[in-house]
């Protein structure tokens, strides 16, 4: 499939990028186990897996572009499914659909593949507390079927996703469970409705139900940095992307466009979310090589079509091992970018303008996007052939591209 890219005179508007799977598919999973419509905004597709899944076990979910309306089950009111329930790949997915099936009254038999081990606390915690969960093989249970009793787990989850599949089963235990969960796991419950007592232990009783609640999924930082990369190198650009989550362990190429002079605001607007404010700038070249090279791998392409919009020269080193560097430097070179090759990098002279073209995509998403930022800044109509690697992780990019390409 051949995506064509048009030439913007500026970058301005408000967008939004697709959310983070796994926040949408925990999303999706606590409105099915509500009472009432929920609605989850921006959700991936890659979490239509999950969506499938939660029909399969009878809940009804419509979906409208990014936007999903869920009417909740209850605790109980899923329905068994055809056959196996497939969980392999769902990673943290998979630590609140067990509890969840653990609670039925019929049984279900799930195969978890990969993720038996990540599973492996979480399934013996249910057994123990009286939940059914019988092992067939290395990767595949039986679990559900039997009603289990309230309990203390005094000593903290590993990890949160494991702390809200334990306070999940909680829900279908009778009685009073007490818990040492953190305070995001909590605040969960609590918007959802469920009372919890909060003392030495987080305490809840059995069988509350979920309040339907509307949700909107933060969006994924590194689909908003082809947006950012193309507003900070169009004069007057002024773009908003709309609640992107910003971590620390995520955010090494937004403080390395920070250094080399791109001006974006991050707005708080709570958690770890933001809306993020792009003006046009004047980037300087830069070096990138070593542990730094490392922390920007995935965005390597999209830093060499901004290194040829600098003033200088642009080099990155120790990218050896990265795919398609040879081709991401014919390609730009094609279009007249003054790109060079070494054996460990490239070198990249800004200032001179990019011509329109013919290239491909090589059915890599990072490249795609990258070359499709460069049609953008580009002084002619550019044509990405293969460029269906972006249709399972953002089908409307190239509109969106073109929508925020305004004159």
């Given at each position: ?20 799977r796994e926040p949408a ?97 979480l399934l013996n915690l ?116 709309k609640c992107v989550v ?162």
């Amino acid at each position: 499939m051949a995506a064509i890219v048009s030439p913007a005179k500026k970058i301005a508007g408000q967008v939004s990028v697709p959310g983070e799977r796994e926040p949408a598919e925990r999303a999706l999973v606590l409105a099915a186990l509500s009472e009432g419509k929920s609605t989850v905004r921006h959700v991936p597709i890659a979490a239509d897996r999950v969506v499938g899944l939660l029909r399969e076990l009878g809940v009804d979910i419509a979906k409208r572009a990014g936007t999903y309306a869920v009417r909740g089950v209850g605790l109980r009111g899923f329905r068994d499914a055809a056959g196996p329930l497939d969980l392999e790949g769902l990673g943290d997915t998979a630590l609140l659909l067990l509890p969840m099936l653990a609670g039925q009254t019929f049984l279900s038999q799930v195969k978890l593949g990969t993720e038996a081990e990540r599973c492996r606390l979480l399934l013996n915690l249910l057994a123990q507390v009286g939940f059914a969960v019988e092992q067939e093989s290395a990767d595949t249970f039986v679990i559900g079927g039997q009603q289990a009793k309230g309990f203390v787990l005094s000593e903290a989850p590993p990890t949160d996703a494991l702390a809200l599949g334990a306070m999940v089963a909680a829900l279908f235990a009778e009685g009073t469970t007490a818990l040492k969960v953190g305070s995001r796991v909590e605040r969960l419950l609590r918007e959802r409705g469920i009372a919890v007592e909060r003392r030495k232990l987080l305490s809840v009783e059995g069988g509350q139900a979920l309040k339907a609640t509307d949700v909107e999924v933060p969006g994924q930082l590194e689909l908003a940095y082809p947006l950012i990369g193309a507003a900070l190198c169009r004069k007057g650009s002024e773009l908003t992307i709309k609640c992107v989550v910003v971590r620390s362990r995520q955010r090494a190429f937004l403080d390395l466009l920070r250094q080399i002079g791109a001006q974006i605001t991050a707005e708080d607007i709570g958690g770890n979310e933001c809306d993020l404010h792009v003006s046009a700038s004047q980037l300087k070249a830069t070096r990138v090589a070593g542990p730094r090279a490392a922390k920007v791998a995935d965005q390597i392409a999209l830093l060499a079509v901004l290194a040829t919009q600098t003033q200088g020269t642009t080099v990155i080193r120790d990218i050896e091992d990265m795919p398609h560097v040879e081709h991401l430097c014919a390609a730009l070179r094609s279009l007249d970018a003054r790109i060079g090759q070494f054996p460990e990098g490239l070198v990249i002279k800004g200032g001179f303008p990019l011509q329109g073209g013919q290239l491909d995509g090589k059915g890599d998403p990072g490249l795609t996007m990258a070359l499709a930022v460069a049609g953008l800044l580009a002084e002619g109509e550019l044509t990405i052939e293969d460029s269906e690697c972006l249709t399972p992780i953002w089908p409307d990019f190239f509109k969106t591209v073109q929508s925020i390409g305004g004159d």
